[in-house]
């Protein structure tokens, strides 16, 4: 694994179930409010600022939380809306110059499955349902939302040797 670990240029996740618990809440206004970690958040930093990018693939329309949560994390890739995730994760192939081969894909769910297949590894959460965990190539130990993406992030920087750089702001 750590030989396509470190092959790995761009990380895209999905929202609802990984970055966040999968819970949706409405308010009376029929806006959407997502919670987020901070942790996941800085996993993500640590990521682009060792020149991994990171991007969302979503099959809902991007709400306004995640539209600022993106903007805080300087993620410009969005893609929100999609239906087929596999011919997304190849049209972010052609725009970013980055092979799917170079590319992991975070999802939970059904609708992942295009994607986790084509991408160079998928990578999972441990409350996906089985037929998701059972194609996943990593499963993290933490759930969605609650510091699965910065595991993820950790074992993409660990994989690439980059871990020990990226700790070096924090600890010299």
Same mark, same amino acid.
């Given at each position: ?7 790995i ?8 179930g ?19 970690? =901070?942790?996941? +958040?800085?996993? %993500?930093?640590? @990521?682009?600022?060792?020149? &991994?990018?990171?991007?969302?693939? #979503? ?20 893609c ?17 110059g ?5 590319? =992991?894909?975070? +999802?939970?769910? %059904?609708?992942? @499955?295009?994607?986790?297949? &084509?991408?160079?590894?998928?990578? #999972? ?19 969605g ?11 993409i ?16």
């Open positions: 694994m750590k030989h396509r670990l470190e092959k240029e761009l990380l895209l996740l999905d929202v609802d990984v970055l966040t618990t999968g819970e949706i809440i409405y308010v009376d206004s029929g806006e959407q409010i997502k919670v987020f970690h =901070a942790r996941d +958040g800085l996993g %993500l930093r640590l @990521l682009m600022d060792n020149h &991994i990018q990171a991007g969302i693939v #979503t099959g809902r329309t991007a709400c306004s939380a995640l539209t600022h949560r993106c903007r805080n994390l300087g993620i410009d890739l969005v929100d809306g999609i239906k087929d995730k596999n011919a997304a994760l190849g049209s972010i192939a052609d725009e970013t980055i092979s799917l081969e170079h590319t =992991a894909f975070m +999802g939970d769910d %059904l609708i992942d @499955l295009p994607a986790m297949k &084509i991408a160079g590894i998928s990578i #999972t959460v441990p409350d996906a349902p089985e037929e998701v965990k059972k194609r996943a190539d990593i499963i993290t130990q933490a759930r939302g609650q510091g699965a993406v910065r595991e993820a992030c950790e074992m920087l660990k994989g690439k040797n980059l871990w020990e750089k990226a700790l070096s702001p924090y600890i010299s």
